[in-house]
């Protein structure tokens, strides 16, 4: 798969099609590296984000005005109120399987310190009628959903309540400590599939989010199966022309020969668990 953002001329001539067999042989060799490994332990036992805990930014409520989102990129904040002093030192964090974690906090005013900085990239200072200062008027300890390897779980977050805007602005008050990065490809490896989902009404059946070149014929989508792993890839071929090397994105259904139930899938390119997250247009 060759791909690329930038409109160029590529030739791909290193692509193959992967067979039947090299599928397979890849497939039991992401297996038997992910199962039982210290990224597999932590993705079913730590707390490990799927998305950007902070900046979180304004809550999900209905549109920001654009002076808003100007003033806090450049860090235009004021502070007007005190800021909670005798907040917990930890939470309980409950998992979508019953269990409890226990998780350090960080306090209002390291979480204000940390946001109110200025971006450290501004294409342009605030102008006169193009931002306003953000007035922290007060801040209370909450919970919003986070999309973790375990599933989504309510976390402790601090709400800012800011002069003028209805919206509040979300930091999530996690301790950096206690959360475990995303596992990350290795050098060389092209990821395969993007993101997945399952079909309604079809247990067996996987749609999988993939990118492929201008140049790329689809043949089809695979996977290979053990009682805890699901490794899927795309089957494609590049046709041996110069064509605009061009990252498009397009979906596709693989069978499964048993429903996924609570297996993990994982990409055949990386390795790496592929998020239950399929854009649909």
Known sequence: MCLSLVLLLSSCSWFHRVSPE?????????????HGSAADRAWRERFVSLEV???????????????????????????????????PARADVHWP????????????????????????????????????PLRVTGAELDEVPLETSRGTVQVPAWLFTVRGVKQKYVHVAVAPSSVTARPERAHGEIEEVMAFDQVAGKPDELLLQYGYGACDSIHGARAYETDQLV????????????????LKTATITVTLVRPLGDRLVLDSGTGLPVVREVKRR
């Not at 900046?55 to 800021?83: D, E, F, K, M, Y």
């Open 22 to 34: 090299e599928f397979e042989g890849r497939a039991r060799e992401v297996v038997a590296r992910w």
């Open 53 to 87: 805990m902070n900046p979180q930014g304004w809550a999900r409520v209905g549109p920001i005005p654009a002076w808003v989102n100007r003033s806090a990129h450049n860090g235009a904040w004021q502070l007007a109120t005190t800021l909670p002093a005798d907040s």
């Open 97 to 132: 399987d019953g269990s409890v974690s226990q998780v350090p906090l960080v306090t209002a005013a390291s979480a204000y310190t940390e946001f109110s900085t200025p971006a450290g990239f501004i294409e342009e200072e605030c102008p006169a009628k193009g931002c306003r």
């Open 231 to 246: 490794v899927v890839d795309v089957d494609e071929e590049y046709s041996g022309e110069m064509c605009p090397a061009i």
